[in-house]
């Protein structure tokens, strides 16, 4: 940490330093240029004591800003910051209005702990400047840059006195109050900061990111406002995002008019958003981009973050949108890969076909064959056994892979599919579903669970249900979940006599188990519906009360809540 | 180390150590304890509900204790197998306690800015709401209903008709009492929200023999009054309180424009004004005309008049001595000091309209209002907070209801709830 400082402190000397060689005392012979070329070779190559030689040397050629600066670097690099100061008395008796010597005098003083003799140092340059708002606004922010937050406050408390304002100094103003946790008044200070200069936005979002989370809402109310300027609502939606509300930050950005600023502060956003991986806010800051400045890259970007998100619908239409107008060969070959891959999990299996053979000539022999895979999942998702193995027998598939894995499962072979589904590709809610059901038995082969869920697939609820039950009846072991994916399936098929019938079951018969929490829920949901209020009641107390640490206690929690808001109407 | 420092270390041990254990599982710890604490700070779970299962304590006779200015306010119950299981129910943060951990705490508060307050008896608790508004129409309803916090509901008949010291304790929300309707005519006239509410209010005033409805809601505010006046408490929020104390100083006066009684505002009506029969503010002018959506200088953010709204900023709590204070420090208890700041009808209150003696618990800094007022009429007393509702800033007509339990940590829906529980305190002889 200390060296990087020191770099960037060196770093702010050597521009200042390049910037001063235009003033007019840096404006004097040329002969000093040489000098100094050499002076900073040297220092380049870390050879400080010639360095600080040369540097001396330019000075007393004449070019005492860029020497001065050059020598204080030189010093340092030798942990003998000190030393630059006999240097600095002579040069700032000679040049006292001369506002780089000052300041340079006052870091060395301030870094080498010499608190009185800086304290003299700034009496002296207010002296000879008395109406200048400059030693103020320098002393405190070298104080600032040494951590000495206190002493910074007085001197600008003493500007203000002397002064009698710290208009010029803004910036100092809202870093000291952020330095000193004053939070609320350090909002206000950086939004007048940014309200003078929005580029500081950046500034103030690091000052501010460790505002406590009581006081965040004097942040809000004071950079989230309309009449907030624009770098003052970027720099809250960015302290959202770190602070763990992405949405928050990203409902002050969206209501922003449409135009090239905003596109590229939501592009900064998506940035940040990306960053925390919350996909969902993510898919709509890029969308909103693509709305405002429509391109087929930028459709291709959304449809990736889409998917990514979750929201297949949404990413069909956006991978499409990519290729509407005139694209390259190169951007259908990016965008064709997403599109099939958001087909097979919709289950859209023939579309996919289409979508690949319509691209073949684009994707080439090779890449074709690459996507069988995905058609042959697409197929899977459909429920059509056989046209998965026709598409697979193309595909370049893993040991482990989940078509093979589906396909086992569909074959009652459960020891296979355990193994393949488990290993394989990032998890999708089904294969977390039908893995939940597979490691609870050790059984390697079970024809009515791959019936049961080769039944989903193709959408036949009626055999999905009696496949289940089947499954209850021979593995004891994963009854009560086998019991309640039936419930689900009658459930949504509206079945909910069917569906309130095995909740009782297994609420009954499987008191303790995992599923007798969701049963509940459910159990309770529907006499909620039906208006039986007391047993929805019930359940929903019994839930809560015999899965105390089950995850769906604050929906139990909830659904109570609103059958209290019901019995007030 | 001191004798004394070394046992309060080993103590803060032991009361950790129940802490971590009884905070597992979001709730209660399976074992059973002498105490439960139910902490108010940044650690509950659900602010809102602890106060909720504090109230059923009081409803079933059990004596509790409010930790004033202890973990953001606590509350100290018997460990009781009903309260624990409404604790579980609702979620809330419980801690449980022996009685080494108890003396502990206790040595702890009484070397501090704390106080515990005996809370003996639930209220009896009466909302001041039309008989179909919903439960989501005012925050304060909202409030009790998410708490599980029983309330009777009662109507402008009720205050007239009835014994209104029954109650301990009469919210008002977003009344109008001056009988205009907070003048919202001029836009809603013909909206039929606007028009059936009139034609109750109308019904009302008729069945109780009053010409109009300025007459009806004065003679309803002066029932208040009387309430307050006999030794009740009353917490009013949003135009109610502006309105209340309008109704009251102006009830020998017209002060209703020509859309409420037919007859325009008394030109001379600032100067008739009765300030003595008010409870909270003196001196305030009225706004006379019709087309400006106001109806005085005592609400400082005039949110309905373009030209005069004031945006919002934040408000801070004061902190009270717990010990000679009690009252003013039960009604500030919250684990924030800083609240974000919401619009109503009546959003604040001018701080030089404020009658002296009127203790400001709220208020935004370096503004010429204050937010959260308290004060004593007769043997009574009353509490004012400016605005609609602490999670609806912007709250327009038509808004959609706040869902609270996406706010269980409401710090300004704490403001509302501790006046709820605050008449269970109300035996204990104050110290002030």
Redesign the interface.
Known sequence: MIAQRSQVRRLVYAIGGALLLASPLAAQPDPAAAVLTRAMDAENQGRAREAIAAYREAIARGAVIPGVLGLERAFSLVAQEDSVLPALDTLVARFPREAALRNAQLRALVAVGRATEANRAFDAWRAVDPESIDPYRDYARVLLFNGRMASADTVLGEAVRRLGSTRGMLLEVAQLRAGLGRW?EAASAWREVMRAEPYYEMAAFFSMQPTP???R??V??RWG?A?APLGAQQALAQLEVAWGAPRRGWELLASLPVRDTTVAIWEQFAQEVERVEAWGVLTEVVVAIQRARPSSAQALRAARIATRAGADTLALGLVREAQQDPVSERRVAEAVPIELEVLARLGRAAEAERVLAAASKTLGPEGTRRQARTIAMAWIRAGDVDRARRAVRAAPLEDADAVSGWLALYDGEIGTARTALRQADPPDPLRIEVLALLTRTTATRSQAIGAAYLALARGDSTRAVRAFEQVATELPEVASLAILSAARVQSARGDTAGAAERWALIVERYASAPEAAEALLEWGRLARRTGDRAAARARF?QL??TH??SAL??QA??E??GL??EA?? | MTGRRLVMQVVRFVLAVSSSVAALGGVVSPLAAQHLLLPMDAVQANHLKAYGVTFSALREGVRSEWLLNYRGGAFLLPDLPSLRRAALLAGVTVEAMDAAAVRALRGEMAEGNMDAVPLEKAPRIAVYTPPDAPPWDDAVTLALTYAGIPYDAIWDDAVLDTDLSTYDWIHLHHEDFTGQQHKLASVYRDAPWFVRSRERDLAMARRFGHADIPALKKAVADRLAAFVSRGGFLFAMCGSTETLELALAGRDVDIAGVAADGSPVDPGADGKMEWTRAMAFAGATLEMAPGVNAMSDIDGHQVNVPLRRQPLGTFALFGFSAKFDPVASMLVQNHRTVLRDYFGVTTSFTRNRLKPGVTILAEEAGAPWVKYVHGSFGRGSWTYLGGHDPEDPQHAVGAPPTDLALHPNSPGYRLILNNVLFPAAKQKPLKT
Do not use: F, Q, W
Request: hydrophobic share 45%; aromatic share 0%.
């Open positions: 609320t989370v009581a006081l809402d004097s809000r109310v406002v009449t107390e809560i009360l105390p640490t206690v604050p929690r909830r109570l809540d209290a808001m007030r109407r």
